[in-house]
């Protein structure tokens, strides 16, 4: 990943909250997970799935839509996610929500965060539910 | 009757002066949008409605026509107790007249570059200049590094020290043609058109929507757009 890409995901450079509401901070979260790219984007759709989410994948993105039937259509939860990749060993995980309830979003985060950023332990294997990964790389 | 409101509209503003009555608020419309319009990608309809979503943001602390830094603050971050190495330099970049404080016209003009349409040349001379901390006409590796550390902080993430240097080294490799430790503008402008995710905070979506946003009332508009 290029600096400039992660300096551009800067929060303070985000001049959309100008027209929003709620501080970027709230609508929007980042986390960094060593699982690899493919896994993380797996384990993002297993979950919202299961949590009633549909999903949209668009190119590096994650499109994820939750239909309230009780509620109207601006009601909606929409939360697009992207993962980028910092090195082989570690991804970045950005949430971001369009539209929809905060508290809702906030969950949401909660989940897919604890699910996904896990703490490096001193072997180089780590295993989650099944899944084993290898580094291949000298991570610190 | 639109017309017949248009024209009381203008007796009050010369009346009321008159009767002493000094209005210690910004003017309820612009006199001249299209002016505005025609030094930025704005419509006219836009550009009013940029004014309301300015006379919004420039009352929120003192009300004198002008967003001063915390004004400027509060709209972005809903706070005004936040410390940034980027909120005072693209305040700054807005502040084209060195007052402290932005006039409306500052206010379209850098908006302007922001909007989806706006050419990709202004983007990049813009991200230029805000990424240049010290205002030396090149990006030092230092700045690049400050700036990662800062955005790395403001979300809690954690990088080590080793992984950040290998991201500005790799960044520099790349960008830095000419060796000599520093990205001037026309490296930049390289780096950027090669990789335009690097100009994703320079667009803003909403602006192509602001006049659903920011309905400034039919009475006061004084153009129909073609």
């Given at each position: 990943m290029n600096a400039f890409q992660l300096i551009a995901m800067s929060r303070s450079l985000d001049l959309s909250g100008l027209f929003e509401e709620e501080d970027a901070a709230e609508r929007k979260t980042r986390f960094t997970s060593v699982y690899p790219a493919k896994d993380i984007v797996h384990k993002i759709e297993e979950?919202?799935?299961?949590?009633?989410?549909?999903?949209?994948?668009?190119?590096?993105?994650?499109?994820?839509?939750?239909?309230?039937?009780?509620?109207?259509?601006?009601?909606?939860?929409?939360?697009?996610?992207?993962?980028?990749?910092?090195?082989?060993?570690?991804?970045?995980?950005?949430?971001?929500?369009?539209?929809?309830?905060?508290?809702?979003?906030?969950?949401?985060?909660?989940?897919?965060?604890?699910?996904?950023?896990?703490?490096?332990?001193?072997?180089?294997?780590?295993?989650?539910?099944?899944?084993?990964?290898?580094c291949p790389c000298p991570c610190p | 009757?639109?017309?017949?409101?248009?024209?009381?509209?203008?007796?009050?503003?010369?009346?009321?002066?008159?009767?002493?009555?000094?209005?210690?608020?910004?003017?309820?419309?612009?006199?001249?949008?299209?002016?505005?319009?025609?030094?930025?990608?704005?419509?006219?309809?836009?550009?009013?409605?940029?004014?309301?979503?300015?006379?919004?943001?420039?009352?929120?602390?003192?009300?004198?026509?002008?967003?001063?830094?915390?004004?400027?603050?509060?709209?972005?971050?809903?706070?005004?107790?936040?410390?940034?190495?980027?909120?005072?330099?693209?305040?700054?970049?807005?502040?084209?007249?060195?007052?402290?404080?932005?006039?409306?016209?500052?206010?379209?003009?850098?908006?302007?570059?922001?909007?989806?349409n706006a050419p990709i040349d202004e983007k990049i001379d813009f991200s230029f200049e805000l990424y240049d901390l010290k205002q030396q006409g090149f990006i030092e590796r230092q700045e690049v590094k400050s700036m990662v550390v800062a955005t790395l902080a403001e979300s809690g993430m954690n990088l080590s020290d080793d992984v950040i240097e290998n991201i500005i080294d790799k960044t520099f490799e790349e960008a830095d043609t000419k060796h000599d430790g520093k990205i001037d503008k026309e490296e930049w402008k390289t780096l950027a058109l090669r990789h335009p995710q690097l100009l994703k905070n320079m667009s803003l979506p909403y602006l192509r929507d602001i006049t659903t946003s920011f309905p400034s009332f039919v009475f006061y508009s004084q153009v129909e757009d073609a």
């Amino acid at each position: 990943m290029n600096a400039f890409q992660l300096i551009a995901m800067s929060r303070s450079l985000d001049l959309s909250g100008l027209f929003e509401e709620e501080d970027a901070a709230e609508r929007k979260t980042r986390f960094t997970s060593v699982y690899p790219a493919k896994d993380i984007v797996h384990k993002i759709e297993e979950t919202v799935r299961a949590m009633g989410f549909q999903v949209q994948r668009k190119n590096s993105r994650l499109n994820l839509l939750h239909i309230d039937p009780k509620s109207k259509g601006d009601r909606h939860l929409s939360v697009a996610a992207e993962v980028f990749e910092v090195n082989p060993c570690l991804h970045v995980v950005e949430l971001r929500k369009s539209a929809g309830d905060i508290a809702q979003y906030r969950q949401l985060c909660i989940k897919l965060s604890s699910d996904l950023s896990l703490q490096k332990d001193d072997n180089m294997w780590r295993e989650k539910g099944g899944i084993t990964l290898p580094c291949p790389c000298p991570c610190p | 009757m639109v017309q017949c409101l248009e024209e009381i509209g203008h007796v009050l503003d010369h009346l009321l002066p008159c009767l002493g009555i000094k209005s210690f608020m910004q003017p309820r419309r612009l006199r001249n949008p299209e002016k505005v319009a025609n030094e930025t990608v704005f419509s006219v309809s836009e550009v009013e409605a940029l004014y309301e979503l300015f006379k919004r943001i420039s009352s929120t602390v003192i009300d004198d026509g002008l967003i001063n830094k915390e004004e400027f603050q509060l709209a972005l971050f809903k706070t005004n107790k936040k410390e940034s190495l980027f909120a005072d330099r693209v305040f700054d970049l807005f502040d084209t007249k060195h007052k402290n404080a932005l006039g409306f016209e500052e206010f379209a003009r850098a908006l302007s570059v922001f909007h989806p349409n706006a050419p990709i040349d202004e983007k990049i001379d813009f991200s230029f200049e805000l990424y240049d901390l010290k205002q030396q006409g090149f990006i030092e590796r230092q700045e690049v590094k400050s700036m990662v550390v800062a955005t790395l902080a403001e979300s809690g993430m954690n990088l080590s020290d080793d992984v950040i240097e290998n991201i500005i080294d790799k960044t520099f490799e790349e960008a830095d043609t000419k060796h000599d430790g520093k990205i001037d503008k026309e490296e930049w402008k390289t780096l950027a058109l090669r990789h335009p995710q690097l100009l994703k905070n320079m667009s803003l979506p909403y602006l192509r929507d602001i006049t659903t946003s920011f309905p400034s009332f039919v009475f006061y508009s004084q153009v129909e757009d073609a």
